[in-house]
């Protein structure tokens, strides 16, 4: 049976890349298909994304072999099966391969880079020679495709660009992971209310949104989801409560314009309302805006739109607490803007709502009032609420119970010499049956007469719950120097809100980035102004029990924006607000980065070969079809003496 090609070349040498050409559906005989780029995703130039790939060739990138792998779909199989992998010298002439696929519908690929150790490596000994340089993957090609994305590998534990922008940048958005892998972003606020593509900040002000967009990582682009008039919101809260689709997605609270006024600004700086820097005033005066209420989207994948209907049970509220729970949300606390925006409107600060699936919403009571806060599940039906209070006076937390029964209870947690903050982030890194423990950094400290000025200089701090008793431990940083070090210290942590953490996996290490730094007693923005809007390239990984590292730089500078750990173990950063260090003005972010935190070295051990690589893309399909792979080698069965499982063969 003749078998349809799949062909690699090698492009002109002013691209300096590797090509790969799709499935031809005609019968063997030379038949090439189109050619697919693979290449290292580019860097930001200008604190800007540009559009193309890098520059940097696959051997400049230190890559000398490509492992290629291939996984088959049939027609509604969307798990596929493993098909074969090769390994492929970077340089020469690379091979034609051929592909069994007939009878099948569509093709995953796989390109991992790797290099080899240096003499001496400490780690050759325990993990082989091999180093994993970069990883991507192009998933759901038809076999019969005319044109191929092209395939951009991103380098591990860095971050690189994502090619594709999304309509209209955006802050203070959410980025909601759905089951089909894709991630729904939804509201924000925008630099104007009628031009997408103005994203320069005026007058300090800013506009809220409504649009909804979809990131699809098969093929590392952003496409707009229809909808008809969706309603405008931003920092507010979302959780996915329908798995089928169409997905069910659940938005509650946050800021909307006043009816009939979204041509007008809806936030503003000002440091002295309510502990934010950014609220619903410019000056002395207020902006036309209100809180949000609740409503459940309904997006359907099959072509990319969705409908919004209203949520009874939640009160409208801006800066709450929010938690994503299996199938559904908890909410807490916040600030009731209605109306003339009365500042002290706090009838919804002490409240707490819950929400399973698209059932009935159970209220209850946190211990003080609270806004900016953050809420995390733990365990056992626990969540923990954790700062937002209004005077520095105030208990730290409260730990809430029975989320999912009709009446959600919260006890009050004070823990000695912790921080009072508002917009912090508290990140779940580790759980058992009966206790837990949450990174909580960054945010503004809160200050007498509810303000909020810099961050704190102890932003770090680990918060473990144990049978109901809560303590704090501080973290210890590893090659970054101490917040309090002298200001003009380079390499120093600069505490931060609004920055965005997101932990990398079951048990796994967080991940921390970007924010707005201290303005007075340091003046921590990496331009010279004291921009209260000014953003950090800084990138920290926090990993158990209480270490942070400093990690490469940000592409771009960003606070308000988002990190959404996708299904192939990146994580997603979209959005956000940006003072460029060039220059040229404040600005709302539409592009986004991937940071890639699979291992250089990776976790493989050569005295164990029955432990796969766990940074393998295929890891978990090999293991469940008991084959072998270890770092830069290709999968063997050892049942048949370890010989090569499924080789991809020449043509």
Same mark, same amino acid.
């Given at each position: ?107 995953? *690929? ?50 690189? &660009? ?133 409503? *459940? ?189 002298? &200001? ?45 809007? &000014? ?112 080789? &991809?063969?020449?043509?």
């Amino acid at each position: 049976m003749c078998l349809p090609p799949f062909t690699v070349a090698r492009m002109p040498r002013s691209l300096r890349a590797l090509l790969l050409a799709t499935l031809a559906s005609a019968a063997c005989g030379g038949t090439k298909g189109p050619a697919i780029h693979v290449a290292i995703a580019h860097a930001a130039a200008a604190d800007h994304c540009v559009s193309g790939m890098s520059d940097d060739s696959l051997s400049s990138a230190g890559i000398s072999q490509v492992r290629l792998s291939f996984r088959v779909h049939g027609s509604g199989d969307p798990q596929g099966s493993f098909l074969c992998d090769r390994l492929i010298d970077v340089g020469p002439e690379p091979p034609t391969l051929k592909l069994a696929v007939n009878g099948k519908a569509s093709l995953d *690929i796989f390109a991992e880079g790797f290099r080899m150790a240096p003499a001496g490596d400490p780690d050759t000994a325990r993990a082989g020679s091999f180093r994993r340089v970069a990883m991507g993957s192009l998933t759901g090609i038809a076999v019969n495709a005319g044109t191929v994305p092209p395939l951009r590998l991103y380098p591990t534990q860095d971050f690189r &660009c994502v090619d594709s922008t999304m309509s209209v940048g955006r802050a203070f958005h959410t980025a909601t992971l759905l089951p089909n892998g894709t991630v729904l972003v939804v509201g924000g606020v925008v630099a104007s209310p009628s031009d997408p593509t103005r994203d320069g900040i005026a007058n300090e002000e800013l506009f809220v949104t409504g649009s909804a967009e979809l990131y699809d990582p098969s093929t590392g682009t952003f496409h707009p989801v229809m909808e008809p008039a969706p309603g405008a919101r931003a920092f507010h809260q979302a959780a996915l409560i329908g798995d089928q689709p169409p997905y069910q997605v659940l938005l509650v609270g946050g800021i909307a314009p006043t009816a009939g006024m979204g041509a007008q600004p809806q936030l503003g700086i000002n440091t002295g309302l309510d502990g934010a820097r950014l609220v619903p005033f410019s000056g002395p005066s207020a902006l036309q805006a209100q809180a949000a209420g609740a409503e *459940i989207l309904s997006f359907d994948p099959t072509n990319n739109s969705a409908t919004r209907v209203p949520v009874a049970g939640f009160l409208s509220a801006v800066f709450q607490a929010g938690a994503a729970l299996k199938n559904g949300l908890a909410v807490a606390g916040g600030n009731a803007y209605s109306g003339m925006l009365n500042n002290t409107d706090l009838t919804a600060a002490k409240s707490l709502s819950v929400m399973i699936g698209a059932g009935t919403t159970h209220q209850g009571m946190l211990s003080t009032q609270r806004t900016g806060a953050t809420m995390t599940a733990l365990y056992d039906d626990t969540a923990l609420v954790w700062g937002g209070a209004r005077t520095p006076a105030d208990p730290s937390g409260d730990l809430v119970s029975g989320l999912s029964g009709a009446a959600p209870s919260a006890t009050m947690v004070t823990v000695a010499s912790t921080p009072n903050t508002w917009f912090h982030t508290a990140t779940l890194f580790a759980s058992t049956a009966s206790s837990a423990s949450v990174l909580v950094t960054g945010g503004f400290e809160v200050q007498s007469g509810a303000q909020a000025l810099d961050p704190p200089l102890d932003a770090l701090r680990v918060v473990t719950v144990n049978a109901g008793a809560v303590s704090m431990t501080p973290v210890v940083l590893d090659n970054w120097a101490p917040a309090d070090a002298a &200001c003009a210290a380079d390499n120093r942590y600069r505490p931060a809100g609004w920055e965005s953490a997101v932990s990398l996996g079951d048990q796994g290490p967080v991940l921390i980035t970007g924010g707005t730094p201290r303005t007075i007693a340091c003046n921590d923005c990496e331009q010279s102004p004291s921009n209260p809007l &000014c953003s950090l390239h800084q990138a920290s990984l926090f990993s158990a029990p209480a270490t942070l590292s400093k990690l490469p730089a940000l592409q771009i500078g960003r606070l308000g924006h988002t990190s959404t750990l996708l299904t192939d173990g990146t994580v997603l950063i979209i959005g956000g607000i940006s003072e460029p260090l060039a220059g040229g003005g404040t600005r709302v972010v539409a592009e986004a980065e991937i940071y890639n935190s699979h291992t250089t070295v990776p976790p493989y051990d050569v005295a164990q070969p029955s432990l796969n690589d766990k940074d393998d893309p295929l890891f978990l399909e090999l293991n469940s079809l008991k084959l072998q792979r270890a770092p830069g080698e290709l999968a063997r069965d050892p049942s048949t003496g370890g010989g090569q499982a499924k080789p &991809c063969v020449d043509l």
